[in-house]
């Protein structure tokens, strides 16, 4: 599985944007950008996916590279809430029915000042 | 709509116990997942199902077994549990985009 490289940590103020980035130099063309972010005490939640363009969800944004060698989540307004590890995953997905292991790195570490 | 409900979300085991978690989900998804997380750690792949009666391995399947004799259920099996196994176990589920997960087993052995 093409790997992901992602910051330990990141702060940010509530109210205010945060790009969270993700670098996967190794990406196929076949393998899909996967966004999941983990509540303490809690199992991954899904945020967004998104294969060559943009994508926006009531959630966030994704940005993706031209070269697709990068990728970025945007959290248009930090609540405390959104305080949580974010994981930027790879996902092969056959035949269109989206079938696709998740492999999580350690991820980054959102931390939002009130 | 429960989604992906696991039980117990807390146990106690001995070393060489042996115990069965439960992970059930109401969205007819095909594809099931056990993952492990310890301390400080990503998750880590155990076994996975791509439907009923289906099981494989992933990439820490030692010391587990599995069963998906039902398409709502996939149990995850300790035979004889070692202090190794102490972790959160998460159960997943899915069947297009989007993995839902459930809210965790905290398995400590002794």
């Known amino acids: 599985d093409a790997k992901t490289t992602q910051p330990n940590s990141m702060e940010s103020n509530e109210e205010e944007p945060v790009h969270l980035p993700c670098n996967h130099s190794t990406i196929s063309g076949t393998d899909y950008i996967h966004w999941y972010r983990q509540l303490p005490s809690q199992g991954p939640e899904y945020v967004i996916h998104g294969l060559t363009s943009n994508v926006n969800n009531r959630m966030a944004s994704l940005a993706i590279a031209e070269d697709r060698k990068s990728s970025t989540l945007i959290l248009h307004r930090a609540t405390l809430r959104d305080a949580a590890v974010y994981y930027c995953i790879l996902s092969f997905n056959a035949g269109g029915t989206s079938y696709g292991k998740l492999t999580f790195g350690q991820g980054t570490i959102l931390t939002v000042h009130p | 709509n429960a989604g992906v409900t696991q039980t117990p979300k807390f146990r106690v085991l001995k070393t060489g116990q042996s115990m069965t978690l439960l992970c059930a989900q109401d969205m007819n998804h095909e594809y099931m997942y056990w993952y492990r997380q310890d301390p400080g750690m990503g998750l880590r792949l155990i076994h996975y199902?791509?439907?009923?009666?289906?099981?494989a391995k992933g990439e820490v399947p030692d010391g587990y077994n599995v069963s998906r004799l039902k398409k709502q259920n996939f149990l995850l099996g300790l035979e004889s549990a070692a202090p190794s196994q102490t972790s959160v176990y998460f159960c997943a589920s899915h069947r297009n985009y989007g993995y839902t997960f459930g809210s965790g087993t905290r398995l400590t052995v002794v």
């Open positions: 199902s791509v439907g009923e009666g289906t099981t």
